[in-house]
């Protein structure tokens, strides 16, 4: 069983900055691509970054030179480092990753998210 789980989330005002995680427990045997999703109220669930196992990125056109998604392969870990936060950066934020499990097969996994509220 795979779990992923995230923290970090909480109360920033705006400019402010904020460093999520996002760690996968249990039989986890490798892990392809990692991102984040978020989704605020009422709207739907929308990619912010993705990063490949061999470290290549891509971005939201929103979250372009306002944050960064990097990781740690030994701890099974994504980040996603965000600055400049403004308002409508207001969501819960999802992780997801593809990960090889005790199947040997490669699925695909979410966490129950983190809340950032950008507000002053």
């Known amino acids: 069983q795979v779990q992923l789980v995230e923290s970090g989330g909480d109360l920033v005002q705006p400019g402010g900055s904020l460093r999520l995680s996002c760690t996968a427990s249990?039989?986890?045997?490798?892990?392809?691509?990692m991102a984040w999703f978020r989704q605020a109220p009422g709207e739907e669930r929308v990619m912010v970054a993705t990063i490949m196992s061999n470290g290549i990125t891509d971005y939201a056109d929103s979250a372009m030179g306002r944050f960064t998604i990097f990781r740690d392969n030994t701890k099974n870990t994504v980040y996603l480092q965000m600055t400049s936060l403004k308002p409508e950066d207001t969501a819960v934020y999802y992780c997801?990753?593809?990960?090889?499990?005790?199947?040997?097969?490669?699925?695909?996994?979410w966490g129950k998210g983190t809340l950032v509220t950008v507000s002053s």
């Open positions: 997801n990753a593809d990960i090889r499990d005790s199947t040997d097969q490669f699925r695909n996994y």
């Open positions: 249990g039989t986890v045997f490798s892990i392809n691509n």
